[in-house]
């Protein structure tokens, strides 16, 4: 059986993504929220996970409520700080407990194996942000995207390979979303240049649950 990891089960789209991949025969594991009847705090991580895990997703998106002020209000540094745990550090964290487990994952017919899923928005997309507050999420989703690009040229010569998806939150109903989700979370690229939705496992693009390619 293969094994997904999710950083945080904590909404609508977090659930929908755990449920569609359980009907098809995945194992799910996940460090904070709630999902069926078990509740994570994020600690004690691995005494709880299995001996391998073949797919990991960072679902991370915590918005504080002080990060609302726009520049001419004045930044909450404080929210700033917290943002940049929540949306930065800590999934960069959780990654290095579980890439040991991920070591152990064995190739088979029924999925990717080390594949590191991390679920953003347009809001990291320099181009994209149409934002005028909350400047702690997008800078830590920014800086997140910056770092996956520095993993993936140390990863992806180990067999890794890495996706990046926007689920275009309370525009895409979250069933909706979730399942555009795992067909392009479990499907692999190819190197045709001609088809926009055919992408090269070595160039990392964020894709959002409309199939559309969202610049960085």
């Not at 960072?58 to 700080?81: F, H, N, Q």
Request: glycine share 8%; with cysteine; proline share 5%.
């Amino acid at each position: 059986m293969k094994k997904l990891f999710l950083t945080c089960i904590k909404n609508d789209f977090d659930t929908a993504l755990a449920d569609i991949f359980r009907k098809n025969g995945w194992g799910v594991y996940f460090a904070e929220g709630r999902y069926e009847d078990e509740e994570r705090t994020g600690e004690d991580l691995l005494s709880y996970l299995p001996s391998h895990i073949d797919m990991f997703i960072d679902t991370s998106r915590y918005i504080s409520p002080a990060d609302g002020a726009g520049v001419r209000d004045g930044l909450s540094r404080e929210a700033i700080t917290v943002s940049f745990n929540e949306n930065y550090i800590k999934p960069v964290r959780y990654l290095e407990q579980v890439i040991p487990l991920m070591e152990n994952a064995e190739p088979g017919e029924d999925g990717p194996v080390k594949r590191i899923v991390f679920i953003n928005t347009e809001e990291s997309s320099v181009n994209w942000n149409g934002r005028t507050n909350g400047y702690g999420y997008a800078m830590a989703r920014a800086a997140l995207n910056n770092t996956v690009s520095t993993f993936v040229n140390r990863l992806l010569p180990l067999g890794y390979t890495f996706r990046m998806f926007d689920p275009m939150y309370d525009k895409v109903p979250a069933a909706l979303s979730a399942a555009s989700a795992f067909g392009y979370l479990l499907r692999d690229r190819c190197d045709d240049d001609g088809d926009p939705r055919c992408q090269d496992e070595r160039r990392l693009v964020i894709r959002d649950a409309r199939g559309r390619e969202i610049p960085w």
